[in-house]
């Protein structure tokens, strides 16, 4: 297999994952798209170093979050800036339920929300959270608790709360 | 309640599958023409140095300043071809532009498996460029934090990081050595040891929220911290043992939570590794870091 047919192959299978965790933590779906194509491209000038990683798709995440999040903050305050012009544009993409959890999501702190996404939409244990957020385990466990608990309440269901 | 959280993370990913993506081979594509680009651009600065070396030169001291039409056909413009035309996603502020890989911090820079044991591992592996890590204890919730300013730890031009098992990586419970290894300048790698003393310093013993805590039985966290060692591994290194304990207000009893961990901060020039335990094992840190330090040489030629 060359090295354009690894890289492809890994773009088709993880973009799908990558998109859903950019997108649950800026809730906008062009701009997560957007910072996951970047990353990709990234990935691409240095595919001799990061095709070679045992676990690219991590480096691809890390990048990706880094870009959102930059290009989230930047539109934020971009908003803030022109608040007299009016507000933000509206979240495109997905509607209904969905824009309902991602907006609560957003509410979060970026602690729990990252925490929430690296847990339940990819699946990392605790304690690969712990290490890759650099924070404690139960810090991690504490953050997922809350987080669940804040989101509960912010789409105004009554859930029972059970350990991580 | 992770039932239901999995459930909408499901819908969101389910709802995502109509997002129409680029084809692979024009990411590629657009990787090759910044790349092409930054290269381009590298002689193009040194002809242009070299070409105002010459106008100042050959016209000598109040020679005439080169017009404008001349500076327009001169090579600069060479310095930014225009785009071919084809798709590229958009780049967001705040973020490089051009093609010019950071420097990375290659994996054999960091401790490896064989240094841990016979049958570990490596999982977990990234990299990390400049801004996408925090402090390197990761407790900034400890009251004394916010005035203390840390920056310099958060200041890396390159990072990298993994895990070391040794069992089933699927398994909580296996065996972990966690490292994180960070490029610096040469100031600021001396002040993120600094600064981790410091931090200790201020955040000796603080209480904090813990997720033990309920309505019925309200809890929190005593969490405290202490120097163990100093000057054990590379040019200078700190050991410092992390202590958690979730407490039941009314009683004082535990709360059910606990645990130890031990960070050692290694630093040969301007290169800093993390080695993280989960476990009370000075002298197993220790050793390790020792080997850790060896292991960044790759990054500083002739520091043995």
Known sequence: ?164 | MSDHVDQLVDRIAGELNAVRWADPAQLRATARRRTLRSVVAVPVVVLVLVAGVWATVGTGPGGRVPDVAASRSGPTVMASPSPTGAPSPSTPAGTPSTGTAPPEVPVEALLQAEDVGTDAILDNQYMSLPGEQGFVFGHDECPAYAGLKIVAPLRHTAGRGHTVVTGDPHDADSDRVFVNTRRYTAKDAAQVLADARRFVRACRSYRAGTEASTERNPAHAEISWSVLAEGFAGDESVLVRQRYVSVLDSTGESAGQGALALYALIRVRDVVTIVHLQQDQPERIKALSVKAAVRLCVMVPSCR
């Not at chain 1, 979240?91 to 602690?111: F, H, N, Q």
């Not at chain 1, 804040?150 to 789409?155: H, I, K, S, T, V």
């Open chain 1, 1 to 164: 297999m060359s090295r354009a047919d690894d890289y492809d192959e890994l773009y088709r299978a993880s973009r799908g994952r990558l998109l859903g965790y950019v997108y649950a933590l800026t809730g906008d779906v062009t701009e997560a798209q957007d910072a996951v194509q970047e990353a990709f491209i990234r990935a691409w000038q240095r595919w001799a170093t990061v095709g070679s990683h045992e676990n690219p798709e991590a480096w691809l995440r890390v990048t990706a979050t880094r870009i959102a999040i930059s290009g989230w903050r930047r539109a934020r305050n971009r908003a803030r800036a022109h608040v007299r012009h009016g507000t933000a544009q509206a979240v495109s993409g997905p509607d209904g339920d969905t824009v309902d959890v991602v907006a609560a999501l957003r509410r979060l702190p970026e602690e729990q929300r990252v925490a929430l996404a690296l847990h339940h939409l990819l699946g990392m244990p605790v304690k690969d959270i712990a290490a890759e957020t650099g924070a404690p385990v139960g810090t991690v466990k504490a953050r997922l608790s809350r987080g669940r608990v804040a989101l509960a309440g912010l789409l105004g269901t009554e859930w029972e709360v059970h350990d991580v």
